[in-house]
């Protein structure tokens, strides 16, 4: 019944069990689907295997922002990595100026690579934003990135940026960080988020939500982030993970439903 939109499989490899246990653990807690996200090259071959063997599993590829220059992947390179039939997405990519410095044009022209490859492929975009919303969204904007459509995943940014993404067709995924009791603009943000272009995620293994804060984490606790927003909200949690998933599927029309109806949601 919930999604999550945005995990880092691959860096779960050392959690008891290993990535098995952990794709497990969430099926068993109602998460019906997981999209792997790559950062670099060699992530591009771990999220690709990982969804391989196991059914509810999907993948993205690409370059992370803040990945060293040397390691950008070409347009052909990009485009040849998306080719497996699990790959439903392009990123995470985008511009991060918080953790690099200096000249870094160097980031706004993978960043155009990647759309380009999103493009002509028509397959969604990862972005990742960081201190660089307005060179981002400019960006996205001239680039004509509503061709491909995306995400702006773990949003942190205010409403003017996140209006700026609806406009453009973009869907808006939250984070562990929504949970926490210092992010009062964003909650701000996601009360006004209008329910249909809504995703949630985990960014495991990173910003575990409220109750599990400073602990790895997994895709199972991307529940939390959906409690999380029905409370804020005034919602119930049955209609965000409905209509996140919901918003998921529209998203990535290829991405089967799974075939699991479940009664109810532990929390």
């Known amino acids: 019944m919930f999604i999550d939109s945005h995990c880092h499989l691959n860096m779960l490899a050392d959690q008891e069990g290993g990535i098995t246990a952990v794709v497990a653990e969430a099926h068993a807690a109602a998460v019906d689907h997981i999209l792997c996200i790559a950062i670099d090259q060699a992530s591009c071959h771990e999220a690709k295997a990982i969804a391989e063997q196991h059914e509810n599993v999907s993948a993205s590829v690409g370059v992370h922002p803040n990945v060293d220059p040397e390691g950008t992947m070409s347009l052909e390179a990009l485009i040849e990595a998306a080719a497996h039939p699990k790959v439903i997405a392009i990123g ?21 690579i990647h759309i380009d490859a999103a493009k002509q492929l028509k397959k969604p975009l990862i972005i990742h934003t960081r201190d660089a919303r307005d060179d ?44 926490f009791k210092n992010a009062v603009e964003l909650q701000e943000v996601a009360k006004k988020l209008p329910l249909d272009r809504i995703l949630i995620e985990t960014d495991a293994p990173y910003l575990a939500p409220v109750p599990h804060r400073g602990k790895t984490n997994k895709p199972v606790f991307v529940k939390h982030v959906a409690e999380f927003l029905a409370q804020l909200r005034h919602d119930t949690v049955e209609n965000i993970a409905a209509s996140t998933s919901e918003n998921f599927h529209r998203l990535f029309p290829t991405v089967a439903r799974m075939p699991i109806h479940h009664e109810t949601i532990t929390t």
Do not use: P
């Open 92 to 112: 995470e990519t985008g511009l991060d100026y918080f953790r690099s410095e200096g000249d870094l044009q160097w980031q706004r022209d993978r960043f155009s």
């Open 136 to 179: 981002t969204m400019d960006m996205l904007e001239q680039l004509q990135a509503e061709e491909a459509g995306g995400i702006i995943h773990c949003f942190t940014e205010n409403w003017e940026t996140a209006k700026r993404a609806l406009d453009i067709g973009f869907y808006i995924s939250l984070s562990g960080i929504v949970t």
